[in-house]
């Protein structure tokens, strides 16, 4: 017996029983579904995360001031101001595992233009800080090395400011004051959204460092550096040469607690990562279930079909069929089924997935993996679960099916 005809077979046994197929069918169409939907939502979710993690920064170490311990009480990271302008230079110009180094320090003041006034961060840094940030512009430009040394009351604003000071107007070259201190603003960034941690990245007001400590904050110090790797694989590498560096120049002695910290964002974005990915082998393999289901239900009917057809398979064993033929017969029957509430299984899932979309406004990746290992399964599940029903037809005795009532 040919392939083809043995196709033919099964389609129009198939067809004798359009509506218990269809319905045979749905197991596989609902589980295929569910699959592609629910690893699109998780590809969405991972894409959206590394998005986020992504917009902090490239390669991105942070330095953050240690802690003071005074009585026997451990104050928090941060406590004690022990970070200067020149340690970031240092880092910068020192080690050869740094692309870029930016000091930061931060406030919250009411920005006001016009009559309109908005409350946000203002972050005092270097020219270096846009690069570390990956950070573009919309309009305008960075404050120059010049600005910063000169202390020039310059600044650039976050779409989120602009748009609440402005509104749609291009705010290059309008007048902004900061705590009564007038500002020239020079660029406009390119909007990020929001950070990993929910804050909206754009609601911030960036001026030359010396600028803020001196003519806002009236401090010498800051409170983080910025430190960029040369590549992902060079952050551990660059993590080390930074403590040791400020070891050195904080002359901290063997076994004294450093006072300075040091987090590598690379860690915080693998972790993410692996969360993301858990999060979506999670939801297909509670979909997956779907199609195990099916199966089931497919052998089911196959069984039914078997007892129904028993007349049948003794005629055509008395005229020569051997029971291989028998067993590929039923065993293709269920391939079909399978195969075709693959396909519709597909066209649904995508579908599912475009609705999600649209409706609920999450993030969904479809991938060509996910379809095809759903597809891959609903075949195999067809084979795995039509086999059983087939070898129990194909082990049919002749007599004895012809007797069949």
Same mark, same amino acid.
């Given at each position: 017996?040919?392939?083809? %005809?043995?196709?033919?077979?099964?389609?129009?046994?198939?067809?004798?029983?359009?509506?218990?197929?269809?319905?045979?069918?749905?197991?596989?169409?609902?589980? $295929?579904?569910?699959?592609?939907?629910?690893?699109?939502?998780?590809?969405?979710?991972?894409?959206? &995360?590394?998005?986020?993690?992504?917009?902090?920064?490239?390669?991105?170490?942070?330095?953050?001031?240690?802690?003071?311990?005074? +009585?026997? &009480?451990?104050? !928090?990271? +941060?406590?004690?101001?022990?970070?200067?302008?020149?340690?970031?230079?240092?880092?910068?110009?020192?080690?050869?595992?740094?692309?870029?180094?930016?000091? *930061?320090?931060?406030?919250?003041?009411? $920005?006001?233009?016009?009559?309109?006034n908005?409350?946000?961060?203002?972050?005092?840094?270097?020219?270096?800080?846009? $690069?570390?940030?990956?950070?573009?512009?919309?309009?305008?430009?960075?404050?120059?090395?010049?600005?910063?040394? +000169?202390?020039?009351?310059?600044?650039?604003?976050?779409?989120?400011?602009?748009?609440?000071?402005? !509104?749609?107007?291009?705010?290059?070259?309008?007048?902004?004051?900061?705590?009564?201190?007038?500002?020239? $603003?020079?660029?406009?960034?390119?909007?990020?959204?929001?950070?990993? %941690? !929910?804050?909206?990245?754009d609601?911030? &007001?960036?001026?030359?460092?010396?600028?803020?400590?001196?003519?806002? %904050?009236?401090v010498?110090?800051?409170?983080?550096?910025?430190?960029?790797?040369? *590549?992902?694989?060079?952050?551990i590498?660059?993590?080390e040469?930074?403590?040791?560096?400020?070891?050195?120049?904080?002359?901290?002695?063997?076994?004294?607690?450093?006072?300075?910290?040091?987090?590598?964002m690379?860690?915080?974005?693998?972790?993410?990562?692996?969360?993301?990915?858990?999060m979506?082998l999670?939801?297909?393999?509670?979909?997956?279930?779907?199609?195990?289901?099916?199966?089931?239900?497919?052998m089911?009917?196959?069984? &039914?079909?078997?007892?129904?057809?028993?007349?049948?398979?003794?005629?055509?064993?008395a005229?020569?069929?051997r029971?291989?033929?028998? #067993?590929?017969?039923? #065993?293709?029957?269920?391939?079909?089924?399978?195969?075709? +509430?693959?396909?519709?299984?597909?066209?649904?899932?995508?579908?599912?997935?475009?609705?999600?979309?649209?409706?609920?406004?999450?993030?969904?990746?479809?991938?060509? !993996?996910?379809?095809?290992?759903? *597809?891959f399964?609903?075949?195999?599940?067809?084979?795995?679960?039509?086999?059983?029903?087939?070898?129990?037809?194909?082990?049919?005795?002749?007599?004895?099916?012809?007797?069949y009532?």
């Amino acid at each position: 017996m040919n392939f083809l %005809m043995v196709f033919k077979i099964a389609g129009r046994a198939l067809a004798r029983n359009t509506m218990r197929s269809t319905l045979t069918m749905l197991g596989i169409i609902i589980g $295929v579904a569910a699959v592609i939907a629910m690893v699109a939502v998780g590809q969405g979710a991972k894409a959206q &995360v590394e998005a986020q993690i992504a917009s902090i920064g490239s390669n991105l170490l942070m330095v953050f001031p240690g802690s003071t311990t005074q +009585g026997g &009480v451990h104050a !928090g990271s +941060g406590s004690v101001t022990t970070l200067t302008q020149d340690d970031a230079q240092a880092i910068q110009k020192e080690l050869s595992s740094i692309r870029m180094a930016a000091p *930061s320090l931060r406030t919250v003041a009411q $920005v006001v233009s016009a009559n309109q006034n908005w409350s946000t961060a203002v972050t005092g840094s270097s020219p270096e800080y846009f $690069v570390v940030r990956d950070w573009s512009f919309e309009s305008g430009g960075p404050f120059t090395q010049s600005d910063l040394d +000169g202390a020039m009351k310059v600044a650039v604003l976050g779409k989120t400011v602009a748009s609440n000071l402005f !509104g749609s107007q291009d705010p290059v070259a309008q007048i902004i004051r900061i705590q009564n201190v007038p500002f020239k $603003v020079i660029g406009l960034l390119l909007p990020k959204g929001q950070s990993a %941690m !929910g804050q909206d990245q754009d609601d911030t &007001v960036i001026v030359p460092l010396s600028t803020l400590q001196k003519r806002i %904050m009236g401090v010498t110090y800051i409170q983080a550096i910025m430190v960029s790797a040369n *590549s992902p694989e060079e952050t551990i590498t660059a993590e080390e040469e930074v403590r040791l560096l400020l070891h050195q120049r904080h002359h901290i002695p063997p076994g004294q607690d450093d006072d300075f910290t040091v987090r590598n964002m690379t860690d915080i974005a693998a972790a993410a990562e692996a969360s993301s990915q858990i999060m979506t082998l999670l939801l297909g393999s509670i979909a997956s279930v779907s199609l195990i289901v099916g199966g089931i239900g497919i052998m089911n009917i196959m069984l &039914v079909s078997v007892t129904e057809r028993t007349r049948e398979i003794g005629i055509r064993m008395a005229v020569g069929a051997r029971g291989r033929d028998i #067993l590929l017969q039923f #065993l293709v029957e269920a391939v079909v089924l399978s195969l075709a +509430g693959g396909v519709l299984g597909v066209i649904l899932g995508v579908a599912s997935s475009r609705i999600i979309s649209a409706f609920v406004h999450w993030p969904t990746i479809i991938s060509p !993996g996910s379809i095809l290992l759903a *597809s891959f399964f609903s075949i195999a599940i067809g084979v795995f679960f039509g086999l059983y029903p087939a070898r129990r037809a194909a082990s049919l005795d002749p007599i004895e099916a012809l007797r069949y009532e």
